[in-house]
């Protein structure tokens, strides 16, 4: 009897003779169709090649293509457990032709894989084809099919659309016979509803294009695309009537029950049946990338495996079942799929995670639920308002109130529900403060109530299609943005990462699918409304976007794996600088961009270039041991148990990434611990290695006890020492020193810079100070609303000057506040400060960000007693101190 690994084997193997490329399943998360939540079919991957968009080294493929149906528009979900071939996972093997060969060899081809290879009687077998397919019958005549078991359908059922218009055409399909000791007819019987009847295999024949005034012609380009369920004709092969009587199946089975000391069969198998299937959904998305949510393909994820516990929690399970469970289909599925292995450990992870939480929350949701319902009558319905209660105060989803209460017989007023979450989301929306910088608050929040959350795929690509929800041009919604025109563009899922943690947003390509000369250019990306929608800020170079347009939106590689680079770095300086420094070191900002790293960390005083160069090799010892950076999903406290370190100015829910890289065995007392541990939720490279180089530039005062380095990697990092290279043989040459003697000579010389430089920038502050350097307002103090101010605005000094002069002028004040503008060529340098006693009231954030709005700049940020920014207009100095000064008058 074949194992379903054996089948799938025999399918390829097949189609490989034959001259079928082997091609590897696509993930779960469509790349290629912006219309469909998951994977559902085997030609979802080829869409393009059937559409003449794309082409490949290959005009026939194969392939055996993981699916997911369980939401939107196919839903199998309620079904699955209690029916013979429902399931939220299963695999669709598949045979494709794009423009090569057409039915006249894949009718033959079907048939002999069928009655040949894998030997199933030709009596039991029959066909369909679509009714004025005439071509298709004939050749089912010819392979040896009675034209009494040849039946011809009138119905849609065999013709095949990918939409209302584009390519379509007729199918024929392969029927086995299971017997009259079963109820059902053949198709196109008023008995076809019944299980004796099965279809096992379909073929399109995709030959015509559908305009929308529902004419048809035949496409220059005939194609073929097959569909065969692995599960049902696995079943048939090993006998059986039922996919869960298959050997994968009755393996997991087997391990559900042994987990829950249970027995597999009789009135538990349901529930094991459920757990079964779900198993392989829920670690199949996880592996291609789909974390539990409370939107879009998270909250699918999230409800299957609730339901696949909750079942767990009926067979009496104390602990967490799911995560014991996945070693099994590793061993069952991981030669095939060799993804569900490389990401075992974070997927039982995310399931012991998801099921300890949810364990806590329907014990505690079920108590609660109880003293809801005791006042109430026997056949009152939960009022919405305590349902919501139970959902947004608890984390109860509406629908475990509602399975628990169809037990009982009940229901929810689900009116009085969706009233309650549209009142939370105008408080929300009224509440939150944004950016401002592309529209008003209010529009994110209806973008996000009309098109819902932005998936990001970017952890696992950087390039993808997406639908156009929304356009954002001078602060409104519009329909259409045109060559030329700026504006901000809402995709329902992007691989462009957001701006966030000190990572850059990322810039990149976004084309029209329906002509890809129509383009615009993604200069940056950000999160709004709450960071739940992803914004591209684009600028429309030809032809136009237009709300609800398919798009295929591409980041720019290159500079995104400059910015991992950036960012995995800072990751291993971070450590790097504990190690060297001590457990008092803490990230105060960082910048991760493509062409540089900065690093703000917690220090009293400047590093020696002894511990810079300790630092500075560490970090290329890690990078050189070229070892995986790895990520997992925890809670806050899990990781903090394990020694993670919590990043500066992120915020955390109650399930964080866990990034972590470098093996300790470097003989510094850590041998075999991870070395770096960090809670991030950016890109980072795949392998250390990919880092490439790290070159440290040098340390400064960022503000009082806090240090900055700036740091190159990469390419950039390989440039800055060839020319480090060309200076020193300049230099050499200048001298007219013997290489022996070189390194003193530029010691001296470097000593010597470094003084004169320290003695300028000295002298600069000084000058400052006594308001030589002033124009403008000068140094005079003010009171405005009881708080003395200082404003000066300076030349001769850089931005770097400024944040120990506000030090000097706090401490001159004692209580107050102060704004430094340093014009320099034009453009301005911006900081304020506000000494320890007032930051409850009044903070240098603040007061900065007004200042830079009228000298040209965007944002600024620090804290509530330092912060800097800058702008492009150091002329409307004196328009920038008002707006301080209205800050402080409140």
């Given at each position: 009897m074949p194992s379903l690994n054996d089948i799938r084997s025999t399918f390829l193997n097949y189609f490989a003779k034959q001259g079928h490329e082997i091609v590897s399943s696509s993930p779960l998360v469509p790349r290629n169709d912006p219309t469909l939540m998951f994977t559902n079919s085997g030609m979802v991957q080829f869409k393009n090649l059937f559409t003449g968009v794309e082409t490949r080294d290959y005009s026939r493929a194969t392939t055996s293509q993981k699916c997911v149906r369980a939401g939107g528009k196919h839903n199998d979900l309620d079904n699955v457990g209690y029916t013979a071939r429902h399931h939220t996972f299963f695999e669709m093997l598949g045979n494709f032709s794009f423009g090569d060969y057409f039915k006249t060899e894949a009718i033959p081809f079907a048939w002999e894989l069928i009655t040949k290879e894998f030997e199933i009687p030709k009596d039991r077998l029959y066909t369909t084809v679509y009714h004025t397919d005439d071509e298709a019958f004939e050749i089912w005549k010819k392979v040896g099919v009675p034209e009494s078991r040849i039946i011809r359908i009138a119905t849609s059922d065999n013709f095949w659309q990918m939409g209302p218009t584009g390519p379509c055409g007729p199918c024929t399909e392969i029927f086995y016979d299971h017997g009259d000791h079963i109820w059902g007819g053949p198709p196109g019987s008023p008995e076809e509803d019944g299980d004796r009847f099965i279809e096992i295999w379909n073929v399109v024949f995709m030959q015509n294009e559908q305009f929308e005034d529902g004419s048809m012609r035949a496409l220059d380009m005939q194609s073929i695309d097959t569909g065969m369920g692995l599960e049902r004709i696995?079943?048939?092969?090993?006998?059986?009537?039922?996919n869960y009587d298959t050997d994968l199946f009755k393996a997991l089975i087997e391990a559900s029950a042994h987990a829950t000391s249970t027995d597999p069969y009789g009135d538990q198998n349901v529930h094991h049946r459920v757990i079964a299937d779900h198993l392989r959904s829920t670690s199949f998305l996880i592996a291609d990338g789909v974390m539990p949510s409370n939107d879009g393909r998270g909250y699918v994820l999230r409800r299957i495996m609730r339901r696949a516990m909750r079942h767990a929690h009926l067979l009496g399970a104390k602990d967490p079942v799911m995560h014991q469970l996945v070693p099994a289909l590793v061993s069952q599925m991981g030669n095939a799929y060799p993804e569900l292995g490389q990401a075992q450990a974070l997927i039982q992870e995310t399931l012991k995670l998801e099921e300890t939480r949810f364990k806590q929350t329907l014990d505690r949701g079920l108590k609660l639920l109880d003293d809801e319902l005791s006042g109430l009558d026997d056949d009152a319905p939960l009022p919405g308002a305590a349902a919501f209660k139970l959902y947004d105060t608890y984390g109860f989803p509406l629908d475990l109130t509602q399975d628990a209460l169809r037990e009982k017989g009940r229901s929810v007023d689900t009116d009085g529900f969706d009233a309650a979450m549209e009142e939370q989301k105008a408080k929300a929306r009224a509440a939150w403060a944004g950016s401002g910088e592309a529209a008003d608050n209010a529009v994110w929040f209806d973008i996000l109530d009309s098109a819902g959350?932005?998936?990001?795929?970017?952890?696992?690509?950087?390039?993808?299609e997406g639908q156009v929800m929304a356009l954002i041009a001078d602060g409104a919604e519009v329909d259409r943005i045109d060559a030329g025109g700026e504006g901000w563009v809402v995709v329902n899922q992007t691989p462009f990462y957001a701006e966030s943690g000190g990572q850059v947003g990322d810039t990149g390509v976004i084309r029209?699918?329906?002509?890809?000369?129509?383009?615009?250019?993604?200069?940056?990306t950000k999160k709004f409304a709450d960071g739940k929608v992803f914004a591209h800020k684009v600028t429309v170079k030809s032809g136009a976007l237009a709300k609800g347009d398919p798009v295929e939106l591409e980041v720019n590689h290159t500079r995104r794996s400059a910015i991992r680079a950036n960012h995995s770095a800072t990751h291993l300086l971070h450590e790097a600088l504990r190690e060297c420094l001590g457990d008092h070191v803490a990230q105060r900002g960082s910048l991760n961009a493509e062409d540089r790293l900065r690093f703000d960390f917690s220090h009293a005083?400047?590093?020696?270039?002894?511990?810079?160069?300790?630092?500075?090799?560490d970090v290329n010892a890690f990078i050189r041991q070229n070892s995986a950076v790895e990520t997992r999903i925890m809670t806050p406290?899990?990781?903090?148990?394990?020694?993670?370190?919590?990043?500066?100015?992120?915020?955390?829910?109650?399930?964080?990434?866990?990034v972590s890289m470098g093996r300790a065995d470097t003989g510094k007392g850590l041998d075999g611990k991870t070395y770096s541990i960090e809670l991030c939720g950016g890109t980072h490279v795949r392998q250390t290695g990919d880092i490439g180089a790290f070159v440290l530039l040098g340390d400064s005062a960022s503000s009082a006890g806090v240090r900055r380095i700036e740091a190159l990697t990469g390419a950039a990092a390989l440039n800055h020492l060839e020319a480090e290279a060309k200076r020193m043989s300049a230099v050499m040459t200048m001298l007219k020193a013997q290489p022996a003697d070189v390194l003193d000579r530029v010691k001296a010389v470097m000593d010597e810079r470094k003084a004169l430089q320290n003695e300028v920038a000295q002298l600069r502050r000084e000058l400052a100070m006594a308001g030589g350097a002033g124009q403008g307002s000068g140094s005079e103090v003010k009171e405005i609303n009881g708080v003395k101010f200082i404003a000066q605005v300076l030349s001769g000094v850089t931005g770097r000057d400024l944040p120990p002069l506000i030090d000097e002028h706090k401490a001159a004040i004692g209580s107050g506040a102060v704004l430094l503008i340093a014009d320099a060529d034009g453009k301005a340098a911006v900081a304020a400060g506000v000494t320890d006693d007032l930051t409850g009231d009044l903070s240098a954030v603040d007061i900065v960000r007004a200042a830079v709005a009228e000298l040209g700049g965007k944002g600024g940020g620090g804290r509530p007693d330092m912060a800097q920014g800058g702008g492009k207009d150091a002329a409307n100095a004196e328009a920038a101190i008002k707006a301080a000064e209205t800050v402080l008058e409140g």
């Open positions: 696995g079943a048939l092969l090993q006998g059986s009537h039922d959350a932005t998936d990001f795929l970017g952890y696992d690509t950087e390039k993808a029209r699918l329906e002509n890809r000369d129509d383009t615009a250019l993604v200069e940056d005083k400047a590093l020696s270039e002894a511990e810079l160069q300790t630092v500075s090799n406290d899990d990781a903090r148990e394990i020694g993670a370190q919590a990043l500066f100015g992120e915020k955390y829910g109650d399930e964080v990434r866990v």
